[in-house]
């Protein structure tokens, strides 16, 4: 390793300040339409809120037969947009329209759809998709016999063919006691389009492709046992995310975890170290940058039992044999920028650096597994940056999808560097 990499810790910039909420400093129209699904747009609104958004509510008086705009004044400290009439409200669409970064439609009537299919504007909501030149997001909610039917499918087709993106709906329970298509996506999937959404418009990843690892591994040792660790995948699925809202092509790929799909991820399912090995040999053969924050297990039984190992044949003690698995970010052969991680519980700076070469890494992130806070099913995680030059960067605790934003600045570096 290069001589300075012992250097006093440096404290690390932290990231950029709009990385903290992933739609910080986004403006973003929520239109409201009338259906009972209606009662959800608080929480989305919320939620769109939490994210760092500065959420403008546009509702049909439809709409404020299910829930009244006083609701969402309370919830974005604005006024709501509703009446086609009041001059005031008129020139107010206008601007709403213009300084949107995103309209999301949710939930969106039947009626809406085909409104917005044709150019009509009998509301405030239609009115302003017409007069923004943002991105649409359109979330529909309505019975599953109004969804399936065709002119709903001829005015769906064409707004896709116009470019607008849709979120559900989902099958499940309706209003009207059927079950089938037509219910609102879940707010945090409406949240995860709109965050991809203006991550491909303007992203700085726009046009790369990011491979992430992420999970454990389990190796067999008979149909239902396996030789793991604790890893739970949040780390990986962090940075999947952050890369992502910046507009990056992802692969992920996921060894066994609970950790539900993320939209615009493109996830692959992995069981043991040969299965994830064969996808990121795949996935990385056209990749800008691998990422890899999994969890392998560095060894897997030499032999899988074909059937249920029983302890009667096994006596008082059972010797299972482990061989080596291979190391897979050194058995890649390139994959463009290449980030490992170091978990550690001790010599941390030594392991992480001695790791660094071995593995041919363009920087490797090292983390204490024992520190609260850090390591194993955390939301946070508390890294230092090894980089190949000899750098080293100190960080406070961060939340995760924090640290993955700083560790794509600096593949982000080193992919202008390459250019
Ligand atoms: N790694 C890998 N293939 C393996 C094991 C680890 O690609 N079979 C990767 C990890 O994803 C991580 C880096 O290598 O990016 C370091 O992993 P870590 O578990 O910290 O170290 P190991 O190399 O496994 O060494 P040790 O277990 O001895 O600390």
Redesign the pocket.
């Known amino acids: 390793m290069t001589s300075d990499s012992n250097a006093a810790p440096a404290p690390g910039p932290g990231p950029s300040p709009e990385h903290h909420l992933p739609l910080s400093g986004r403006r973003i129209a929520l239109g409201i339409t009338g259906s009972i699904a209606a009662y959800k747009a608080a929480d989305l609104c919320s939620k769109l809120r939490q994210a760092g958004a500065d959420v403008e509510v546009i509702m049909t008086p439809a709409a404020t037969e299910f829930i009244t705009p006083l609701t969402f004044k309370s919830l974005t400290g604005r006024d709501v947009v509703v009446d086609m009439f009041a001059a005031s409200e008129a020139e107010a669409h206008v601007e709403v329209a213009r300084r949107a970064d995103a309209l999301v439609i949710a939930p969106a009537t039947a009626n809406c759809l085909a409104s917005l299919a044709h150019g009509q504007a009998p509301d405030m909501v239609t009115l302003t998709a017409l007069a923004t030149a943002a991105p649409v997001l359109v979330a529909p909610a309505m019975d599953n016999q109004m969804w399936e039917h065709p002119a709903t499918r001829a005015n769906v087709a064409i707004l896709r063919e116009r470019g607008v993106d849709f979120v559900g709906p989902t099958e499940g329970r309706l209003a009207t006691g059927r079950m089938g298509p037509g219910r609102l996506a879940e707010p945090p999937d409406i949240v995860a389009h709109l965050r991809a959404l203006l991550g491909q418009r303007d992203g700085d990843l726009v046009g790369r492709h990011v491979v992430v690892?992420a999970g454990p591994t389990q190796e067999p040792v008979d149909p239902v046992r396996f030789v793991g660790n604790r890893s739970t995948g949040k780390m990986g699925f962090a940075i999947a995310e952050a890369a992502r809202d910046r507009g990056a092509e992802v692969t992920l790929v996921a060894g066994p975890v609970s950790l539900p799909h993320q939209p615009g991820i493109c996830r692959i399912d992995v069981t043991n170290?040969a299965e994830m090995l064969a996808a990121l040999e795949t996935a990385t053969s056209k990749s800008d940058a691998i990422i890899?924050?999994?969890?392998?297990?560095?060894f897997r039984p030499a032999s899988a039992a074909d059937q249920k190992i029983k302890k009667e044949a096994s006596d008082q003690s059972l010797q299972i044999e482990l061989v080596r698995?291979?190391?897979?970010?050194?058995?890649l052969p390139g994959g463009g920028v290449r980030?490992?991680?170091?978990?550690?519980t001790h010599n941390i700076e030594r392991?992480a650096v001695e790791?660094l070469a071995?593995?041919r890494l363009d920087f490797?992130v090292a983390n204490d597994v024992t520190a609260e806070g850090s390591g194993f099913g955390t939301e946070t995680n508390q890294v230092i940056i090894f980089h190949g030059d000899g750098r080293k960067e100190v960080f406070p605790l961060l939340s995760k999808y924090e640290v993955g934003h700083l560790i794509l600045d600096r593949v982000l570096a080193h992919l202008h560097a390459a250019n």
């Open positions: 690892s170290v890899m924050a999994a969890a392998p297990a560095d698995n291979p190391d897979i970010i050194a058995t980030v490992g991680f170091a978990a550690e392991y790791k071995a593995k490797i």
